[in-house]
């Protein structure tokens, strides 16, 4: 499975951007698509998912800000950004689960977001 990011550039705070990552290979079906973001010098965490049947998570930092949606037929995860501020500078990364011969995951390559005047 490959993931195919896009979306991320420098805007300046209060800006937004949509963030996409699609979904491509062999696999039977989704199981849960994810965003992830990680700041120079922090760990990798997750801001937002959507599982199979629809649910959605935000993390408790950017609720509010963050919505993340999908289109189920085209295996295509989106992070919507909204009223971005400089601590969203981060690279962001899509991971998606799987199923094949069992429950699988992948990561994207990673797309750079950074609010800056």
């Known amino acids: 499975v490959q993931l195919a990011e896009s979306g991320g550039g420098l805007v300046q705070p209060g800006g937004s951007l949509r963030l996409s990552c699609e979904a491509s290979?062999?696999?039977?079906?989704?199981?849960?698509m994810s965003w992830y973001r990680q700041a120079s010098g922090e760990q990798r965490a997750l801001v937002a998912d959507?599982?199979?049947?629809?649910?959605?998570y935000v993390s408790d930092p950017v609720q509010g800000r963050f919505t993340v949606s999908r289109d189920a037929a085209k295996n295509t995860v989106f992070l919507q950004i909204n009223n971005l501020v400089p601590e969203d500078t981060a690279v962001y990364y899509c991971?998606?689960?799987?199923?094949?011969?069992?429950?699988?995951?992948?990561w994207g390559q990673g797309t750079q977001v950074t609010v800056s005047l």
């Open positions: 991971n998606v689960k799987y199923w094949l011969n069992g429950l699988d995951a992948t």
């Open positions: 290979g062999r696999f039977s079906r989704i199981h849960e």
């Open positions: 959507i599982t199979s049947g629809g649910g959605t």
